[in-house]
């Protein structure tokens, strides 16, 4: 049995996320060998440490109750530098101005010879080179599948199980809020910012909705899979994006009539990185409707290779990050 200590780092819906998927997973994670012992958990106000392992099912208690685990008074990187674990699941809020605590806690981890494994956009928006060779340098290891599409599988579909395949392009819907909001406005024929506070409800947004509204979020997904499949080096002001704010009910309704639905879609190649609303026949393998992503994968060898699915959600991007953590840890 290989015991893997890590920490869980931001424990908002994506960390309690992943506490419930391991709580849900033990029994599973030890019929593979591994056994995962979480040895701290921190959020904004402060972290529960226990190198014995914390309680996940107490934290997750604690959190709902109190608004906050913490029990002693130390931020990510303090406790990332003092407990000894080799594995930081890092579930910060995206901040793509700064990178907010989660780049400093990436850094930290790497400086620490930690590996790391992460659903925060934020820092592989903005330094995912640095990032990327700070990782190599220290020899740890970096996933960040639950960065792009939540649960449904794209970087690691097309750097693994596509392996040998050259990745031509990459077109898809990678927001499941502006996908929700078109697909409602054309079946209640209501304006953008009415249905907008309904898209709020779901809980999928990003904490400033304009993110999502104006092609922001897409394109920092893209800026990831350039990156991480394409083998650029690019940043999110290398992207043309515009977004759905401008979309009116009468031209979805128009362009229904027509066998048509607009989405708003992100495409990536080596050429041309663009998010834009688009037409898409209705038919058409990208014309997935309320909060689902898709992605159609087109490669030298294989074709054209679709897939879609939860693009947010608690449990679903923990989904992402175990299949990291089985893939980094579970073939040993
Ligand atoms: N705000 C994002 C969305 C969350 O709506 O898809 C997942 O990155």
């Known amino acids: 049995m290989k015991t893997v200590c890590c920490s869980i780092l931001g424990f908002g819906a994506i960390g309690q996320g992943v506490a419930q998927a391991l709580l849900m997973k ?25 190198p014995q392992g914390v309680d996940l099912a107490d934290c997750l208690s604690r959190k709902k109750k109190n608004g906050t685990v913490a029990l002693e008074n130390i931020t990510g990187v303090e406790m990332i530098r003092s407990v000894n674990h080799e594995l930081v699941i890092e579930t910060t809020p ?15 981890a790497f400086e620490t010879g930690k590996d790391v494994i992460t659903s925060n956009k934020g820092p592989l928006t903005l330094k995912y080179r640095e990032l990327l060779e700070t990782a190599k340098a220290a020899g740890s290891k970096f996933r960040f599948e639950a960065t792009v599409g939540g649960s449904m599988p794209i970087i690691n579909l097309a750097n693994e199980v596509l392996a040998g395949n050259r990745i031509i392009s990459i077109k898809g819907i990678l927001n499941g809020t502006c996908n929700y909001i078109l697909t409602r406005m054309l079946e209640e024929r209501a304006s953008y910012t009415d249905i907008l506070a309904e898209s709020l409800e779901l809980g999928i947004a990003e904490t400033d909705p304009t993110y999502d509204v104006e092609g922001i979020d897409t394109a920092c997904k893209l800026v990831i899979l350039a990156n991480a499949i394409f083998g650029l080096d690019v940043t999110y002001k290398d992207v043309e994006v515009t977004g759905i704010t401008k979309i009116t009910p009468e031209a979805l309704e128009m362009a229904y009539e027509r066998g048509h639905v607009i989405k708003l879609i992100g495409e990536v190649s080596r050429e041309k990185i663009q998010v834009a609303p688009r037409l898409v026949p209705i038919k058409h393998p990208l014309a997935v409707g309320g909060t689902l992503n898709v992605a159609s994968v087109y490669t030298e060898l294989a074709g054209e290779i679709t897939v879609t699915g939860k693009g947010a959600g608690p449990i679903e991007t923990a989904s992402a990050i175990l299949s990291d953590l089985i893939s980094i840890y579970g073939k040993n």
Do not use: C
């Open 26 to 50: 033990k029994e599973y994670l030890k019929s593979i060998g591994l056994e995962v012992k979480v040895v701290a958990v921190v959020d904004s106000k402060g972290a529960t440490v226990n």
């Open 94 to 108: 995206t901040d793509i101005k700064t990178g907010g605590p989660g780049l400093q806690n990436m850094f930290a």
